[in-house]
């Protein structure tokens, strides 16, 4: 396995270690190698399609060993269902996945304030991260005293970058190829002032401690 592999947070890459699949795929996932770990879970971006019959489904993923975290889950003003309709399915899934210790990877737009509130109503023992985040360093400095990780990829901004906790930084490529991730990682070694081989070592500990591998 190649180094990268162990370092990417979150990706939806077939190839990857670690991929992020929705819950109607899972349905049907076929495994590309019998080490793959699989993160499944209700995009906010399908939050008008599903339908509540899936959750006999989620339970069931969520029970998989090879699934090792909720996610992504989370809210987005912007796309998808009413904001009231994503907190419920959101809710909902929280209420599969907090009692049996899986973490979760969420995609939060705007609302982390809603995140948090979540966060203090769960007080989940596992723990939970924002991927692909771009917010202010206000909102890192928030989640990061919340103990929430904070996943960084292609498009961040670096003043926020530059305030994470060593012990709490992932980076991602998400929906990019894998093979960007040395470029994210420059990047973020830039914003935060450290060496690439720094970011990509406490990196991949922060993962290894997430998903609990
Ligand atoms: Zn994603």
């Not at 370092?7 to 590309?32: C, E, K, M, V």
């Not at 509540?52 to 993923?61: D, K, M, N, Q």
């Not at 924002?130 to 360093?137: L, S, T, Y």
């Not at 040395?182 to 450290?194: L, M, N, S, T």
Request: glycine letters at 6%; aromatic letters at 8%.
């Amino acid at each position: 396995m190649t180094k990268s592999k162990l370092i990417n947070f979150h990706s939806h890459n077939s190839d990857s270690r670690i991929i992020n699949i929705s819950l109607s795929a899972y349905i049907d996932y076929i495994p590309t190698n019998d080490q793959q770990l699989l993160t499944v879970g209700i995009h906010p971006w399908d939050s008008e399609n599903e339908q509540l019959a899936e959750f006999g489904h989620l339970s069931t993923a969520l029970n998989d060993k090879r699934v090792v975290a909720l996610g992504e889950v989370g809210i987005d003003p912007l796309r998808g269902a009413s904001l009231e309709r994503q907190l419920f399915l959101l809710e909902t899934q929280l209420k599969y996945a907090v009692p049996l210790g899986l973490p979760v990877v969420f995609h939060i737009v705007r609302r982390h304030d809603l995140l948090l509130e979540l966060f203090s109503k769960f007080r989940p023992s596992a723990p939970w991260a924002v991927h692909g985040f771009r917010g202010r360093p206000e909102v890192a400095n928030q989640l990061a005293s919340a103990g929430i990780y904070i996943s960084v990829g292609r498009r961040f901004n670096p003043e926020s970058v530059a305030i994470i906790p060593d012990n709490l930084l992932l980076v991602e490529t998400d929906m990019d190829d894998d093979n960007t991730l040395p470029d994210v990682i420059a990047a973020v070694a830039k914003a935060r002032g450290q060496s690439p081989d720094h970011v990509a070592k406490i990196c991949e500990a922060n993962l290894a401690r997430f998903y609990n591998l």
